[in-house]
């Protein structure tokens, strides 16, 4: 279980994060919306406790941000899209293994992991190249794999599908959905309505820092008086809203 409590992150004058509190419990995919610059990251990258909140607080399983973010970045995994971040130099495998070591695994479980990780993203012909040598779609995977390998309970999702092609896309999504029929907590932010749609159990909105709704997708839509996702989205997130 994931509770955030008035998380907030203030970058100089600019209010990135403001206030929000939600709870995901596990087994639940809670889907983070919001127009670019809304505090998606910030509050991700918070959570991930590689940034300091200003204010406000989160815990996982109980155990709060602040007061042991050792033991909350062992329980959490967080997944970037776009530039994967990997180690160019070394191997899709050495990748993998190396962050499960720093994660307090040993060599020999780190590399059942990394094999067992390359098989299920159906990457295993490549799990010997550097990474400088391979495709966007498969770094990501390997990024992917890499951002679970220690089995975190609470995985952190933040645009992980860009530069997927469909095959890879769905591969991800089976993968999400995975993790969430395991039990874990799931929040996931990407600017694809159909597929927040899709995978998300509640939604929540970010506009300018703020969480303004928060809900299923039926009752966004009923309070809102909208017929879809995307309709709510413009009125509450949209150029126009408040
Ligand atoms: N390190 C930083 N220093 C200063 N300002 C920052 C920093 N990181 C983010 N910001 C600002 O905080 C606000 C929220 O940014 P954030 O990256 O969290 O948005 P986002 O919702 O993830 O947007 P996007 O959809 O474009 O990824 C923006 O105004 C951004 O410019
Ligand atoms: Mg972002």
Redesign the pocket.
Known sequence: MLTLDKLTKH?KD?K?VREVSFTVTGGEIFGLL?A???????TLRMLATMLTPTSGTASIEGIDLLKQPDRVRGCVGLLFGGDAGLYDRLTARENIVYFARLCGRDEAEARGRADALAEAFAFTEYIDFPAKKLSKGTRQKVALARSIVHDPTVMLFDEPMVGLDVTSRKDVEDFMLELKAKGKTIVLSD?NLNITERLCDRIGI?HKGELIAAGTLDELCRSNRCANLEEVFFKLAGRDAE
């Open positions: 970058f600019v990135a919001g670019n610059g809304a505090g998606k990251t910030t600017h970010l």
